[in-house]
């Protein structure tokens, strides 16, 4: 099969090639996917993850992304819950090859159905965006209706999801980010939006629960945003500063086959949609890795 792989941790993207790879294994309780669009996290290449597995023994050449939209076409031993020939999405895991490939396998936990009106492209941009905003408002940050939450890159990959799910929820949402995408984030419904280059992060006002995804200095400096009893949520970094009366989680997300169904009914019925700037096919995407978009680029991998 055709994949994308890196074999020099120090090359970076430079180090990113097309080439022939085996046929994956489907272990127990696996499935194989034949991948008809990817998604990919730019940090990626430094995660320990990506070169060795999880007992540390280097693993390359190794297939980075770990978002796909595909179709089953093999089951391993003991493997319930899906069938070949069904449509799926999720979530690769980390120290394993990922996504950027025609065929990879997967646990099957970590994937939900994916309904026949849903594009690929789009469900490939789902999930981590998606359950990182889920489980970092409401698992994380206990948001509830009635509550002010402040999302730090609101019309970002994971801050415009949040958005969404916050206004949905019933909370009232302050968003920071670039004067570039002000626009975009009153679009999707924040009530004050700040820029975060010209502006003021203090002027915000205070919230039942922040999200971070930037890390920093902001995320030092919105500690003291976090209103007593509040929480302040990052996905960036272990935060060194802490609310003076209140929680600060850092968290990475996890895998949840019934909040993916969820998030794909929500895709569906047009109350949900993750940011897709642009796609591309499987040959370029080296060059995706390299390029800063406000959305996500998903890789078409296989055409429908």
């Known amino acids: 099969m055709q994949a994308i792989t890196v074999q020099d941790r120090h090359a970076g993207v430079a180090g990113m090639t097309l080439r022939d790879m085996p046929h994956p294994h489907a272990a127990e309780n696996d499935v194989i996917v034949r991948v008809h669009a990817a998604g990919f996290t730019r940090g990626e290449l430094d995660w320990p993850g990506t070169w060795a597995d999880r007992a ?15 179709v089953v076409v093999e089951l391993g031993y003991g493997t319930t819950g899906l ?16 996504t950027l490939a025609e065929y990879t396998a997967v646990e099957a936990r970590n994937l939900a159905p994916l309904p026949a009106d849903v594009d690929h492209t789009v469900a ?9 905003a889920w489980q970092g408002l409401f698992d994380h940050g206990r948001l509830t209706t009635g509550r002010t939450v402040l999302i730090h890159g609101a019309a970002g990959a994971v801050g415009s999801v949040a958005v969404q799910l916050a206004r949905e929820a019933g909370a009232r949402v302050i968003g920071t980010g670039r004067a570039s995408g002000r626009d975009r984030a009153l679009a999707l419904g924040v009530d004050t939006f700040v820029d975060l280059r010209t502006e003021k992060l203090e002027d915000a006002g205070q919230a039942d629960v922040v999200f ?9 400096r919105s500690a003291a945003l976090v209103r007593p009893g509040g929480t302040l949520v990052t996905i960036a970094e272990p935060p060194t500063v802490h609310p003076e009366d209140g929680r600060a989680v850092f968290f990475v997300v996890e895998p949840d086959r ?3 169904a969820d998030l794909a009914a929500r895709v569906r ?15 370029e995407a080296p060059a995706a890795f390299a390029e800063h978009t406000p959305g996500r680029t998903i890789i ?5």
């Open 300 to 304: 078409r991998v296989t055409e429908d």
């Open 258 to 260: 019934a909040r993916l």
């Open 212 to 220: 971070d995804v930037i890390g920093g200095e902001i995320l030092d």
């Open 124 to 132: 490939a941009a789902l999930p981590v965006s998606g359950l990182t």
């Open 269 to 283: 019925d047009g109350r949900l949609e993750p940011l897709v700037s642009d796609v591309r096919p499987l040959a």
């Open 56 to 70: 540390g023994h280097d693993r390359t050449p190794s297939i980075p992304g770990h978002e796909l939209s595909g």
């Open 83 to 98: 069938s070949v020939g069904q449509r799926v999405f999720g979530l690769a895991d980390w120290a394993r090859n990922g």
